[in-house]
């Protein structure tokens, strides 16, 4: 069946340095959706990006992923962390023709001074 | 901003009694969903709606009733609760052709 898979439970790094969040998925679909959830603290997930278009890479908020349907992948990543980017983070898969969103099982990360 | 709101936001419930947990949106969207969330297990989707009258299983439904009286309205329902059910519960709404969950604040339950 349709699955993502975030490889990562916990990411701890220092102010400053590039953050990269593993995400890859399943599906039978050619044209999936993907997306990125972020999740603060005592707070519920929103949307912080998507993309549905292979090799275009989409940006928010400084951070960027790109779509590769080649590797099932879609990456997220941003050159400098800043500490208000502690959170859990979510990828999600929206398979063609589906309605119901995918979650892997999100990656924490924890931004040092 | 979508507005979707849950009650009650903490529930401490007996093991064997029904729990009721409720989901209210004013987006006016046909799509509503029940997801828990656990350490380890993300979120996971235990019931949805494409909406009034509509409910189907999501990947987790074994132990849940969903039900969708209207378009704001959709309820999820612990007909026997057991400790397993101790999680925190998110209803969303949205539109398919949006792409974008909008999430309510969340529901911590304690099956004790």
């Known amino acids: 069946g349709d699955s993502v898979t975030q490889t990562e439970g916990l990411v701890t790094l220092t102010e400053g340095l590039p953050v990269m969040l593993n995400c890859t998925y399943q599906?039978?679909?050619?044209?999936?959706?993907l997306f990125w959830y972020v999740q603060h603290l005592n707070e519920s997930p929103r949307l912080l990006l998507k993309?549905?278009?292979?090799?275009k890479r989409t940006e928010h908020q400084g951070f960027h992923a790109t779509l590769h349907k080649s590797s099932s992948s879609f990456h997220l990543q941003k050159s400098s962390a800043q500490l208000s980017d502690s959170a859990l983070y979510y990828c999600?898969?929206?398979?063609?023709?589906?309605?119901?969103?995918?979650f892997g099982t999100g990656t924490t990360v924890s931004v040092s001074p | 901003e979508a507005a979707v709101t849950q009650s009650p936001r903490n529930k401490v419930a007996v093991t064997g009694g029904k729990v009721t947990l409720s989901c209210n949106q004013t987006?006016?969207?046909?799509?509503m969903y029940w997801y828990r969330q656990d350490t380890g297990h993300g979120l996971r989707l235990i019931h949805y709606?494409?909406?009034?009258?509509?409910?189907e299983k999501g990947d987790i439904p074994d132990g849940y009733k969903a039900s969708r009286p209207s378009q704001e309205n959709f309820s999820l329902i612990l007909e026997l609760a057991t400790p397993s059910q101790t999680s925190v519960y998110f209803c969303?709404?949205?539109?398919?052709?949006?792409?974008?969950?909008?999430f309510g604040a969340g529901t911590r339950l304690s099956v004790l």
């Open positions: 999600a898969l929206r398979p063609q023709g589906g309605r119901a969103l995918i």
């Open positions: 709606s494409y909406g009034a009258g509509s409910t």
């Open positions: 993309s549905f278009t292979d090799n």
């Open positions: 987006n006016n969207h046909n799509n």
């Open positions: 969303a709404s949205g539109e398919a052709s949006q792409n974008t969950l909008y």
């Open positions: 599906t039978i679909y050619s044209n999936p959706f």
